[in-house]
């Protein structure tokens, strides 16, 4: 804007000296937002479906994660992505986003389990390899599609 001396004024301030760092800061604030619900979900799938799996296994007198390691991480990738799913098409992801995520929690397992047949991890150690690499692989899956995840679509 210029003046009658031909001055340039500033633009009216909008409450922020940096307006793309607030947004910037918004964006981040959504996909971290959103990875921390997805986490919350799969706690309650883990819980909740984890709970009804090894009830009904002690009904058939097994003991599911002692005997069986590959099931038990198997079955703990699959009772998080239920609710991880449920949750993500609740708020509005695609299948192809849904599946992808899904396939996080999934694919520690699988690539662990040369390591417990040859004798390298223990069944435990499988379990919590497993938790400690779906966490990292969810947020590359999540930055692979950050404007579906409320991120910003570059950089």
Do not use: C
């Amino acid at each position: 804007m210029k003046t009658a001396d031909n001055v340039r004024t500033p633009p009216a301030q909008t409450g922020s000296r940096h307006p793309t760092r607030a947004a910037g800061g918004h964006r981040r604030w959504r996909f971290l937002r959103h990875y921390l619900e997805m986490v919350a979900a799969m706690l309650v799938g883990m819980v909740a479906l984890g709970a009804a799996v090894r009830g009904v296994l002690a009904l058939t007198g097994r003991e599911f994660p002692a005997q069986y390691p590959e099931l038990a991480a198997l079955e703990m990738a699959a009772t998080m992505s239920v609710g991880m799913i449920a949750w993500m098409r609740h708020r509005g992801h695609r299948w192809a986003s849904t599946l992808e995520m899904a396939g996080a929690m999934f694919a520690p397992a699988v690539a662990l389990f040369p390591l417990l047949w040859l004798g390298v991890i223990t069944g435990d150690a499988l379990l919590v390899l497993e938790h400690l690499a779906m966490f990292p692989l969810m947020y590359l899956v999540m930055r692979r599609r950050r404007a579906e995840y409320g991120g910003s679509s570059h950089g």
